[in-house]
């Protein structure tokens, strides 16, 4: 549990470097603005191990987006069930939002 956790942090920083580019249009559409950069990681962190938590198994993706005013990030996952599941948490409080099974 303990290397899942530790790749899955790693693809969040990987993922939290690509959310601090200054929102503005390229190839990969817009990118949201962190407002709170002294605490984003620590939210990102948290959301990926309630992801983890809910099911374990691989983080696989990571991708910060707006819905509305709130940043929101999506944590796919390859379970160790062998089932692979997208989370969807806010990261102002870090709670998990949607959980689905991707088919």
Known sequence: MKK??????????AAVGVALVKEGDNDY?????????????????????????KHPGAVVETEVEMEGDKLIT????????????????ELATTQLLEDKQDE
Request: hydrophobic share 50%.
């Open 4 to 13: 899942i956790l530790v790749v899955g942090l790693l693809l969040v920083l």
């Open 29 to 53: 559409g817009r990118r949201p603005v962190v407002a709170d950069v002294l605490h984003h990681n620590d939210q990102m962190n948290a959301c990926v191990k309630a992801a983890l938590e």
């Open 74 to 89: 999506d944590v796919d996952i390859q379970g160790a069930d062998g089932k692979s599941w997208e989370l969807e948490c």
